[in-house]
């Protein structure tokens, strides 16, 4: 067994030191590759927390461009109404004063039938006067 001891004892001279430092170098690469993604998930995290932040930037952006929007479409949607009462209103008075001019030659063309009425009735009666006058003169 001298020789058993001996080289067990070689062995455990050369080789558990080298296993022990095998042994802490693995401990240090497990926890190496935990730290690397940990610090990945550190960075994604903050790029996540930056989009985040630049979407709620837009939102508000659109939010205010909306606003803004909405805004002039009800201007002009007043001012439209308002054009469009005023061409009504004007429209309504064109009307009116073609129904009047209608209603006035109306009555022209009434007085010129009544006024050949009695034109007719006056070329009558001098025929009839005539008429008269040669039975008194005869």
Same mark, same amino acid.
């Given at each position: 067994m001298d020789i058993e001891g001996a080289v067990t004892s070689t062995f455990e001279e050369i080789l558990l030191p080298e296993f022990a430092k095998i042994k802490d170098e693995l401990k240090d690469m497990e926890g190496l590759p935990l730290k690397f993604t940990n610090k990945r998930l550190d960075d994604m995290n903050s790029q996540l927390a930056d989009q985040s932040r630049r979407i709620d930037e837009t939102n508000k /952006?659109?939010?205010t461009l909306r606003e803004d929007l909405t805004q002039r479409i009800d201007a002009v949607r007043i001012d439209l109404? *308002? %054009?469009s009462d005023a061409v009504r209103d004007d429209f309504i008075t064109g009307i009116e004063n073609v129904n009047d001019r209608l209603n006035r030659l109306y009555e022209v063309i009434v007085r010129r039938e009544e006024h050949q009425g009695i034109? *007719? /009735?006056? $070329? !009558?009666l001098e025929r009839d006067v %005539? !008429? $008269?006058k040669l039975k008194i003169a005869v």
């Open positions: /952006k659109i939010d109404t *308002q %054009r034109e *007719q /009735k006056v $070329l !009558e %005539r !008429e $008269l």
